[in-house]
């Protein structure tokens, strides 16, 4: 009858931020992280990437037996994407109710905004001794998957290369 500890498992970044981030989230803007991650999907690859959901406006019920009343969903988005999405906005109600399992939304709003997309940052890997190259191609050499071994081999090139600049002085001998 006493207190017993939850069972202890390992969990991903991924989940525990959004663990963390969906209360938060929900009690601001009314979205959840699903909607946010299955936006793509929900509304167009072609658009996604210039459209954002802000928030989902709920109509306040003045008592318990008022009846349920679906909310309006705000969206963000680039001026060329606002005509796409006005072109489009049965469908993807379709698709965020659908999402939702419910009449949940049944109008959008839309509200012109700059998006700002995110950017890959690519850094240039130090060279590589031509020996530990000849090293690790040896050691990867055995494995039949290919994208194991390329894994495995970029693995080792990076570290040979943090071994050899000394940005990581755990490696170095």
């Known amino acids: 009858m006493g207190w017993k500890p939850k069972k202890s498992h390992f969990s991903s970044l991924a989940e525990t931020t959004a663990g963390l ?25 072609e658009i996604a990437g210039s459209t954002i ?34 072109h489009e906005t049965t469908e993807i109600l379709q698709r965020i109710n659908a999402f939702f399992g419910f009449i949940a939304v049944n109008r959008i709003k839309i509200e012109q905004c700059v998006i700002e997309k995110e950017e890959v940052v690519r850094f240039k890997r130090p060279p590589v001794d031509e020996n530990d190259r000849k090293f690790i191609d040896e050691v990867t050499m055995q494995i ?30």
Not at 24 to 41: A, D, F, H, Y
Not at 146 to 157: F, K, Y
């Open 21 to 45: 981030l969906d209360p938060i989230l929900r009690k601001k803007t009314g979205l959840s992280v699903e909607l946010m991650q299955n936006w793509p999907l929900l509304i167009g690859e």
């Open 53 to 86: 959901p802000l928030k989902i406006l709920w109509p306040r019920r003045s008592s318990i037996d008022d009846p349920f009343k679906p909310a309006t969903l705000v969206v963000g988005c680039e001026a060329y994407a606002a005509m796409i999405l006005t």
């Open 144 to 173: 039949d998957n290919i994208g194991l071994r390329n894994s495995l081999s970029d693995l080792g090139l990076s570290i040979f290369a943090e071994k050899h600049t000394g940005h990581d002085k755990n490696f170095n001998n």
